[in-house]
């Protein structure tokens, strides 16, 4: 079982910027890896998610301000957010995940939740 640890939440301004790093007790290389966030009192919901072979995709709302990317060496994952709003407030997981079906934009999770990080953007 893969354990994953997040890092890079902070308090931070409307309009600013945070870089969040994930990093996995074993390899990622093979696996898509995906950002989800859970605001209080909402479900959690899928931010972003790069294939294996860096392929990105992203949930409309962020499209343009947050960047996805993978370093396989180091079994890291990051997620660069800029121009932060007041309602990208919550906690940040990360997760590998397998499309369930071609194209089905359903995702079965790779492994247990790590403890997240908490990204607060004050207006």
């Known amino acids: 079982q893969v354990q994953l640890v997040e890092s890079g939440g902070g308090l931070v301004q409307a309009g600013g910027s945070l870089r969040l790093s994930c990093t996995a007790s074993?390899?990622?290389?093979?696996?898509?890896m995906a950002w989800y966030r859970q605001a209080p009192g909402k479900q959690r919901e899928l931010v972003a998610r790069i294939t294996s072979t860096r392929n990105t995709n992203y949930r409309d709302s962020v499209k343009g301000r947050f960047t996805i990317s993978r370093d396989n060496a180091k079994n890291t994952v990051y997620l660069q957010m800029n121009s932060l709003k007041p309602e990208d407030t919550a906690v940040y997981y990360c997760?590998?995940?397998?499309?369930?079906?071609?194209?089905?934009?359903?995702?079965?999770?790779?492994?247990?939740w790590g403890q997240g990080t908490q990204v607060t953007v004050s207006s």
């Open positions: 074993g390899s990622i290389s093979n696996n898509a």
């Open positions: 997760n590998g995940n397998r499309e369930i079906g071609p194209s089905s934009g359903v995702f079965a999770l790779l492994w247990s």
